[in-house]
């Protein structure tokens, strides 16, 4: 248990918590033929998330101290790498089309997992997804972003 | 009509030919998703959904819906079949489920009786499907009639209690499960609220107004989570397979596996049935119970074939028995198969006790298509295995950034939007980085999907008592109900202060 990640994850959750009280505030407090409103429920289950945050926030007191516990090495790099990759490909994707995106996305996946066999890297990254946007497109009948048009094809 | 004929009648429904396809994809699926490590039930049911959804554009929407559940349904039991498989030939579970399966599976390749291990397990597995399909069938209507003559406020009170149930033993804090179930029911309340019409939460952007999308937090939480962690922590197993050589039991194999697969059959059942228990448990009590009154208890964690065969019936049973809280409450009892209530609420079908009324050839159609299915996993895991097996050694390098790619194209194809492509991203962010700190996933999900009904209800209780809340400690049911949601939070704390080690159920 982490103490320090449990207690910035309490305070978020405390500040969401009444962020959903105050929110509901500007919610009508009352339905047409009910006198139970839309805002009974969020400001309820708000007040619940900020009494349960102050719990955990107790809570994080009781943990006892962390031993020099070895550390997980995290592997931050391939991590950050496969995110902003994943960032730019949703961004993208309705920029450059599915086809490209996708391609381009699984290359850097692949060769950011594990360094070498380009051939291989290019030939599956494109056979997935020429492959999904065929048999989604064409087959399926349904809707992808297709080629970016200034590609004038 | 009683119980036989209307699963006579959901045969008719499971054996039309797209079906019996849908049935197969699923389990075929299912088994892929148990062998490959990284991957759980929960993660490729979430994945699928939007495939599913895309494959049965085409039907009219009972009929997809009853397709679409099928194959989900598969994926579900079907990955319960997979499990084992990593779990003896790599001494790693596939999934939490089969963790116990470990003990005595991989002791039992070593000695070179893999394939023995594996075809008693899939025999316990389609066993327990059995048992705990005759049980749905026989328990499927008396039950949802008890829960028609609930009224609102009951109501309320049971979903209450089925959050509770699954939040008191999902991980290790209470306080953290209960959080996250509280927030997955706060982010239910955003968007257009149902009963007035009235936006709430939306801060005028259009995205919003619908809510957030369950699938996309499903996806996002579950199958990007993993894969972040797998990314993270090289969760990449490198050690060496087992080879199979005989695959079919010896009679003595079967004689001395006979018992502990009955007992865990039905302990898994009624692990199952109950909400929020699931398979992880269902197998680790089945493996202790047999220990226990074992005459050579000695044996378990050497290779004794029981500890595999109890275990691994136990799960699949659990998986069995968790459709019915499913079908005749719409109560989820696990992460799972809450995933799988959100499917069909996508497809307009509400789970729960109308299930069984209004939708018969969904719900019997399902009933069926897992007996099917069943049949169909023995045949897939008793000649079959080595092929599978062959799976585990996939290269993660090119399965990580694939899913990563699928659950992309799954969420984008369903809602055509980069605003929930970037949710998703988020919430794998989100999922990881709690799951990580023993912030369970499983409430959450629940909650998401559960919200909208428990305040449905709560206001049209609320309606009837003119705002009265002492309507819920009134009514004798929604009373009961709520004692045994209050202890079921309680007693564990309190087994807990008391330095009692409490086993849970990890998804």
Redesign the interface.
Known sequence: MSKTFDRFASLAFLVLGVAFVVGSQNISASAYGSNVGPNIFPMGLGSLQILLSLRLFYETFKYKQEGEKEKQKLDYKRFLIILVAALFYVLLLEEIGYVISTFLFLLVGFQTMQKGKWLNSVIISGAFSFGVYLLYVEVLDGTLPGLPTWLGL | MGAIDYLLDGFATALQWQNIIFAFVGVLIGTVVGVLPGIGPISGVALLIPVTA??T?GLPPEAAATSAIILLAGVYYGAMYGGSTTSILLNTPGESSSVVTVLDGYPMAKQGRAGVALSIAAIGSFFAGLVSLVGLVFLAEPLSEVALKLSPADEFSLMILGLCALSGLAG??V??A??MT??G??IA?IGL?N??G?A??TFDMPELYSGLEFLTIAVGVFALGEV?KT????DINEGEIAKISRILPTKQDLKESAGPILRGSLVGFFKGIVPGSGATLASFLAYLLEKKISKTPEKFGKGAIAGVAAPESANNAASGGAMIPLLTLGIPGTGTTAVLMGALIMYNVQPGPLLFEDHPSIAWGLIASMFIGNVMLLILNMPLVKVFAKLIET????L???I??IS??GV??VR?S?FD??L??LCG?VGY??AK???PMAPLVLGLVLGPM??NN??RA??TS??DFSIFIQKPVSLVFLIIAVLWITVPLIMKMRGKKVIVNEE
């Open positions: 895309s494959l554009s290790k804090s306080t953290k209960l959080m509280v927030f029911l706060l309340t609220d009963v007035s009235v709430r939460f972040f990314i993270l922590e090289r290269p993660p390098k090119y990580i950034p694939m990563v790619a992309v194209f984008y194809a055509v980069v492509l970037v998703l991203l962010l980085f709690l700190n023993d912030f428990i305040e709560l206001r609320l309606t003119n705002g």
